[in-house]
């Protein structure tokens, strides 16, 4: 499966975005799909992941209440609705596809990678 993640951008402290990615390929439902992050110079950071149902979420602690994942089966795309956005939320954000059945935060875990989407969060 192919990945594209889009929909960063500036926006200030406070405010909000929502990333996009889209996959390619008609097997997006048998992915587990997460969001990392990654500043330069730190490893990727795990952020989100959602079941290949969209049921079951799991989140980094330090993200909960802020960021939310969700996914559109039928349009092979997952999100992440970002609110509340602070200055350490800067960062490339990656998707990625997890060809399997429990939600993991290792990055090794995923097998299929996203380009990455720059968020900036700036006054």
């Known amino acids: 499966v192919q990945l594209q993640a889009f929909g960063g951008g500036l926006v200030q402290p406070g405010g909000s975005l929502r990333l996009s990615c889209a996959a390619s390929?008609?097997?997006?439902?048998?992915?587990?799909m997460g969001w990392f992050r990654q500043v330069p110079g730190k490893e990727r950071e795990f952020v989100a992941a959602i079941t290949r149902s969209g049921g079951s979420t799991h989140y980094a602690d330090s993200l909960k209440g802020r960021f939310t994942i969700s996914r559109d089966n039928a349009k092979n795309t997952v999100y992440l609705q970002m609110n509340s956005l602070k200055p350490e939320d800067t960062a490339v954000y990656y998707c990625?596809?997890?060809?399997?059945?429990?939600?993991?935060?290792?990055?090794?875990?995923?097998?299929?990678w996203g380009q990455g989407t720059e968020v900036t969060v700036s006054s």
């Open positions: 390929g008609r097997t997006f439902s048998q992915y587990v």
């Open positions: 990625a596809a997890d060809y399997g059945v429990i939600l993991r935060e290792f990055s090794s875990a995923y097998d299929y």
